[in-house]
């Protein structure tokens, strides 16, 4: 729920979704899940003009219309304690489709996931993540003789690649998880890894999770520049 330009990160997340397409959501939630009901359950009042009757008859009408039109959001209560892997297993019920997407609620991106579950479906396996070339968060230094600095370069992109947390994934993969105490990224990822059931989505876009308070005040600073790379939405 922390806010880039005035929107919960949720928000931005879920935008990108629709834009490609998905407009149907199961929020897991646990810390501070009430705040998030909330934030939904006020959502029409708190987004268009309106008229009210007090009194035993009641009434609001709204005038307007948002642009979050359509969207379905569930939100199913996972537990304050449940690790990731127990949040995904207990949201299984209002799972009705072979492939469904996944991600987490801190990261924005301009992946294009349309392109991600065509990629999920083409080649057959049960799982896909989303992966990009890191930002080194430090001044990387090329040293020389005597410890001469060759080349200074500030956060370069690193060698490697690592998981920007966009999923497809087939459902199947519920019978890789287990109780609360399952960890999605340790035992269930590393079996699909190993049993050669997961395949990367490589992006070369953006991708930027906000984990610190500098997180914070980039991504609103990119906001506020007018042209955030993740807004791929009109």
């Known amino acids: ?21 998905f407009r ?35 009434q609001i009408r709204y005038h307007g219309l948002h642009t979050e039109q359509g969207f379905s959001v569930t939100l199913a209560d996972t537990g304050i304690e ?42 057959g396996k049960l799982a896909t993540v989303t992966t990009v070339t890191p930002v080194s968060r430090f001044g ?18 690193t060698d490697g690649w690592v998981s920007a947390g966009y999923f497809a994934l087939d459902r199947k993969v519920f019978d890789y998880l287990g109780g609360d105490e399952c960890v999605f ?21 953006f991708f930027y999770a906000m984990d610190t308070y500098r997180d914070y005040l980039y991504l609103n600073e990119l906001w506020n520049s007018g042209a955030p790379p993740w807004r791929v939405w009109e």
């Not at 990387?140 to 992109?157: A, H, R, S």
Request: with cysteine; aromatic share 10%; hydrophobic share 35%.
């Open 1 to 21: 729920m922390v806010e880039i330009g005035g929107r919960p990160v949720l928000w931005h997340i879920m935008k990108t979704y629709a834009h490609h397409g």
């Open 24 to 58: 149907d959501f199961v929020l897991c939630l646990g810390y501070r899940g009430a705040a998030i009901k909330e934030y939904f359950l006020n959502y029409e009042a708190m987004n268009n003009d309106f008229s009210i009757c007090l009194g035993q008859k009641s």
């Open 82 to 123: 449940s690790m990731t892997g127990g949040r995904i297993q207990k949201i299984a019920r209002y799972i009705d489709s072979d492939t469904f997407l996944l991600t987490y609620g801190d990261g924005v991106s301009n992946v294009d996931l349309r392109n991600l579950v065509e990629y999920h479906k083409s080649h």
């Open 140 to 157: 990387m230094l090329d040293l020389g003789v005597e410890d001469q600095v060759n080349t200074f370069t500030e956060k370069p992109k």
């Open 185 to 205: 990224e340790r035992e269930p990822l590393e079996r699909l890894a190993r049993e050669g059931q997961l395949m990367a989505y490589r992006h070369p876009g």
